[in-house]
Structures are given as structure tokens and as C-alpha cells.
């Protein structure tokens, strides 16, 4: 058995299913009984070399493992290279296709992971992926029954002022914080050495190229920037990195600071508000003390967000994915929160919680779907 892929068992013997994961930190996965077989990584597919990797590797898959899909699954993106093949792939062979939302593939390759077939909440929390609403998810309290979920929840809506642009430049994120707290006369002033700075305070103002998001991943950048930690990003996740960085470095000096009283409001139809939070963050003067408060209210916020439908739905445990979970004061605050209220955590244990398993997940899915039917 090759070494570069990773087994996994499975709770129970499901058909046979061929899954091409996402876009970013692409990985395929193939099943077999009780078994799921992940490969390496191929990486971001935005390269001829990596869209040719893959295409190797489902076919070195389901020869060295022997398996005839009976099942195709993909995400629900219909420009990503990895749905363009999967959707090809089936066709050539007359297969069905089944497109897995990429919030529910974060959540579903932990039940897979941890042999979990029952209801879940499911809270999955990253940069970017498309809803069923055909907006940009990112911030999501899900409910996971079998092939299915509901979205209970989400962060409240932020703009991304310049579309993908914005996932790039954290300055623009903190211009939207800025314009949904009232304060967007204050743009140019605090962005004085972006060019574009005017600009943005014009589109936001008219709501021009400002798709809304409801990122988790994008209110790290925003924090990061009122704080003046990070303002355009050189790497995938710097700004989010160095607001943990900056975190740590106080905690380990001074402690962990109390979360911020009312630095959170929690909606009647399950929006998490971090607004209130964000305006703290736009006078603070000491960085690394705002970093660490931003870390210990956002904890706090999520836990209290977690716990309401948690008592409302009688569902004690709680699958955390996506890449926001890389983060350690996140991901260790949370379960220490989600024990005291009696809430079981799950978290990835052989996988990694950002996209690399997402094909996991649709493979998952993909295989509760055929044996529902």
C-alpha cells in the first residue's frame, strides 16, 4: 500500500466512491468497504502541472485499490478544475455526480474520521467557499444529518470590497468593518498609503464590486489590519497568523484578558454579530492586547453561539473544520468552553482541519447518499 496515501476506517462497509475534492490543498479520495483511501496532496489547482496530478492519481487510485465507483462527488463550485473532472469523469462511464457543499464536506470528513453516523452540529469556519445561496460562506453553524444539512447559523455579512481582491489586501476588510460601523469617512485617513483607499470608500458607499461574505477567515484580516499587524498579505493566512503571533506574545507576558462584555450579539435568526468587537479593535492603541482580546471574544462569542443551539436542538456534539482551526487559542478555547457545557468536540486527529480534507468529506457524503436511497 503506498505510503503517500492516507487509510482511514470507516464505521461501517459503503459502495465504492470516487471524490475530487476542492480547489486550495486539493486532495482525491476513493472508498472500499469500510475503508477511505486519501491521497497526497496535490496542492492549489492552478496549475496545468497540479490539474495533471490529479488526473494521475484517480487513475493510480482506483487501480492500485481496486475500485470501480459507483458514485462520483465534487464541489459545489462549478469552475473548479476538480468538478469540471469529476463531472467529466462520470459522463465517460455513465456514472451519477453528486456536488457536496464545501462547509458540509469540512464537517462530514470529521464524522468520517471519528466513525460518527448520527446528528451533528457542525461548526466550519475559513476563508472562502461557495453556499447554496450562491454567496461566499465562510462563517457556519450547520446541522449534519447523514447526506444532508441545514445551515442554522452564520456570521453577520461583511463586504469584500473588490471581490478576490479583498481576500488578498486585509486593509479592505477592515474598510468594510469600518463602513458597517459608521465610520467610513474614516477610510482615507487610515489608509493613507493605499492608493486605492478613496476608491474603496466609493464602492462601499455604493455598494459597487462588494460581494457580501459571511468569511470567518476574513474577519481575522480585518482585526489584523485595525490593528496594524497586517495590511496586504505576502502568504495564504498571514494576516490571521500574525494576529495569533501577536496574541500569544501577550498571553504569555500578561495572561489571558477577559473577553470583551457585549463584544458580540447573537441574532433571532442565528446571525453571530462580531461587529461590537471589531469597534474595540478600531482605537486600540496596544496591538498585541487587542490581538489576545480578539482571541479570547471570539471564543466566547462562538461558545455562547455553539451552546444556544446546542440547548435548542438537544445535539451535545459539535464537529469544528476548516483552516480558521489551525489556529491553537481558537481551537484549544473552544473545547475548553465546549466541556464545561457538556459539549463533545470533535476536531481532525489523522487529517488536517483546512481543505486537504475535504474530499474526505464529500466521499462521505457521496456514500451516506447511496445508502439512503
Known amino acids: 500500500m503506498p505510503e503517500r496515501d492516507t487509510v482511514i476506517q470507516l464505521a461501517h462497509a459503503g459502495p ?40 494521475q492519481t484517480v487513475v493510480r487510485m482506483c487501480s492500485e485499490y481496486d475500485v470501480q465507483p459507483e458514485i462520483v462527488a465534487h464541489d459545489l463550485h462549478p469552475d473548479f478544475f476538480s468538478t469540471q473532472f469529476a463531472q467529466s469523469y462520470a459522463a465517460e462511464r455513465g456514472l451519477p455526480t453528486i456536488a457536496v457543499q ?17 446528528a451533528v452540529l457542525g461548526l466550519a469556519l475559513d476563508g472562502v467557499g461557495l453556499g447554496t445561496d450562491g ?16 445551515r442554522i447559523g452564520h456570521l453577520r455579512l461583511l463586504p469584500l470590497p473588490g471581490g478576490d481582491r479583498a481576500t488578498q489586501e486585509p486593509w479592505r476588510m477592515a474598510a468594510a468593518a469600518l463602513f458597517k460601523l459608521g465610520r467610513g469617512d474614516e477610510i482615507t485617513r487610515r489608509y493613507s498609503a493605499e492608493p486605492a483607499a478613496s476608491t474603496v470608500e466609493i464602492m462601499l458607499k455604493r455598494n ?27 502568504f495564504e493566512a498571514q494576516a490571521a497568523i500574525v494576529l495569533e503571533q501577536s496574541a500569544m506574545r501577550y498571553i504569555c507576558a500578561h495572561g489571558e484578558p477577559l473577553s470583551l462584555p457585549h ?40 461558545a ?9 436542538s438537544g445535539i451535545v456534539t459539535l464537529a469544528c473544520g476548516g483552516g480558521c482551526f489551525f489556529n491553537k487559542l481558537l481551537a484549544a478555547g473552544l473545547r475548553q468552553y465546549s466541556n464545561a457545557c457538556g459539549i463533545y468536540m470533535l476536531s481532525a486527529q489523522t487529517m488536517l482541519p483546512g481543505d486537504s480534507a475535504i474530499a474526505l468529506g464529500q466521499a462521505w457524503v457521496a456514500q451516506q447518499y447511496l445508502l439512503q436511497k
Open 304 to 312: 455562547e453561539w455553539v451552546h444556544q443551539v446546542s440547548q435548542q
Open 208 to 234: 459597487i464590486n462588494c460581494p457580501h461574505t459571511s468569511s470567518m477567515g476574513r474577519v481575522f484580516d480585518a482585526a489584523a489590519s485595525l490593528l496594524g499587524l497586517c495590511h496586504k498579505m505576502q
Open 135 to 150: 454567496t461566499v460562506w465562510g462563517g457556519e453553524l450547520l446541522q449534519v444529518q447523514g447526506a444532508s444539512f441545514e
Open 102 to 118: 464545501h462547509h458540509h464536506a469540512h464537517i462530514t470528513a470529521l464524522c468520517a474520521e471519528h466513525g460518527i453516523t448520527g
Open 16 to 55: 465504492s466512491v470516487l471524490a475530487c475534492g476542492a480547489w486550495l490543498k486539493n486532495t482525491v479520495c476513493v472508498t472500499r468497504d469500510d475503508k477511505v483511501y486519501v491521497s497526497q496532496l496535490i496542492g492549489d489547482l492552478g496549475t496545468p502541472e497540479a490539474c495533471r496530478m490529479l488526473e
Open 263 to 302: 463584544g458580540w450579539h447573537i441574532t433571532p435568526d442565528g446571525q453571530l454579530d462580531l461587529l461590537p468587537l471589531l469597534m474595540q479593535l478600531v482605537d486600540e492603541r496596544d496591538a498585541e492586547y487587542g490581538a489576545a482580546l480578539f482571541h479570547t471574544t471570539l471564543v466566547a462569542a462562538l
